[in-house]
């Protein structure tokens, strides 16, 4: 990524990240009840589900200006980069950019985090109040 474009992917893992947290906190009043929705006050909740529904409005366009991005770069600057996001590679570049990949440690970080989630909305989250 240029620099722009990786301030870009920042803002997207941290939107993304914030969507995440701030679920677990709040309720769509119909169904679903975040694992960490009864553990917190109403004024938590009402933050909560006010920065969820911002969060998912900021977070659909940066998503629209990132597929705008790239079809710009496919098309206009003829950058292959729907293929370099699959492989790893750029085909036309001329410098020697990362000669290595770390899909190991990608894997094993992947793993790592998936395991956190799991324990925090599973296994550890308070108990649940029964709504219905």
């Known amino acids: 990524h240029n620099p ?4 870009a992917v920042v803002v997207l893992i941290l939107l993304l990240l914030m969507q995440a ?3 677990l906190f709040m309720t769509d009043d ?3 009840y975040g694992p960490y929705y009864p553990s917190v006050n109403d004024e938590v909740q009402k933050l909560m589900s006010n920065l969820h529904h911002t969060t998912f409005e900021v977070l659909l366009w ?3 200006i990132h597929i705008v991005t790239i ?3 496919e098309f206009y600057k003829k950058q292959r980069l729907i293929s370099a996001m699959f492989t790893g ?4 570049v001329t410098d020697s950019g990362i000669s290595d990949h770390h899909s190991l440690k990608a894997l094993l970080i992947m793993g790592i985090a998936s395991s956190l989630v799991y324990c925090l909305v ?3 989250a308070p108990e649940t ?3 219905f």
């Not at 722009?4 to 301030?7: A, D, F, K, V």
């Not at 590679?89 to 036309?92: E, F, T």
């Open 71 to 73: 079809v710009f770069y």
């Open 122 to 124: 599973v296994v550890f």
């Open 129 to 131: 109040i029964d709504y």
């Open 62 to 64: 940066f998503i629209g």
């Open 4 to 7: 722009m474009g990786g301030l």
């Open 21 to 23: 947290i701030t679920g």
């Open 30 to 32: 119909i169904f679903f």
């Open 89 to 92: 590679r750029k085909h036309n």
